[in-house]
């Protein structure tokens, strides 16, 4: 066996991480402390771990060395992975401990978009300001549609006409729809125009131009994974369960049922609230 050379990772990366990590980190896996082994690292050990193949390597190579005096021992790499793989059921005790982490990212990146689609629909359809601009907006263009008895009299305007307010100029050419209708508005309805107490009529510039790139499709199929991986998720913490000693089964299945239990509440609230979100 050629301990440097049938593996596929690399031998630098592997024995930085033999260096740095001993025992008691390993003891901190199982105890889930990600204060002794943060979790970049755990994605680290993870990515890194020996597969089945390279383990029957491993250990064909000690059993055939065992009782020889002229054995040739593992090099660190190998000698890291085979300890690695002592920890029991360590690649489904991780695989759950990222995903836990993974998960609570992904549903509170998801709650913050939501949360500012909501609230631009809401300020868009219940707004008084927003409706005071609106409402100038299709005053003005039936004024200046007066000639005209089949637009003159509109009730309504589609939203593509928005962007074309600033390219209809004055006939002196020194002012343009847009900024007249700022103007009449802050003049006529906005009585704290011009002080610190003045709020903008309008959604938050960032938080419409965010809402404007959000696709309902992109949630749906986020939440979709999300499940899926929640649901793998529960099946290996089962796994790990049910084949862990007593001594190795604490705390690692009280934590993980709590978050299994919490994030399925968090993943059903949060498709309900799209789902109201989506009807607005």
Known sequence: MEPKSFFQIGTRQIF?????????????????????????????????????????????????SKDKDDAKPL???????????QIPNFSGRVFCILFQSTFDECISS??????????????????????????????????????????????????????????????????????????????????????ETCVYPLPEPQDLFQASQMKFEDFQRDLRKLRKDLKACSAETEKVCQVSSEEHLQPF????????SQAKTDLEAQETQLENTHKM
């Open 16 to 64: 930085s991480l033999n260096a740095t990590y001993s025992f008691p980190s390993f003891q901190a896996i199982l105890n889930m402390d990600n204060t002794v082994v943060d979790l970049e690292t755990l994605q680290s050990l993870y990515d890194n771990r020996a597969q089945q193949d390279e383990m029957e390597k491993i250990e064909k190579h000690i059993k055939s």
């Open 110 to 195: 998801i709650l913050r978009k939501v949360e500012i689609l909501q609230r631009v629909c809401t300020t868009l359809q219940r707004g008084q300001c927003v409706m005071q601009v609106l409402g100038l907006v299709l005053a003005f263009g039936n004024f200046m549609n007066g000639g005209n008895r089949s637009r003159g009299q509109a009730d309504g305007f589609t939203l593509d006409i928005l962007p074309k307010l600033k390219d209809v100029k004055s006939s002196d050419n020194s002012q343009s729809l847009l900024s007249f209708i700022v103007a009449y508005y802050l003049r006529h309805f906005d009585e704290d125009a011009g002080r």
């Open 75 to 85: 090099d660190k790499p190998e000698q890291f992975l085979f300890q690695l793989s």
């Open 253 to 260: 299945k009280e934590k993980m049922e709590g978050f299994l």
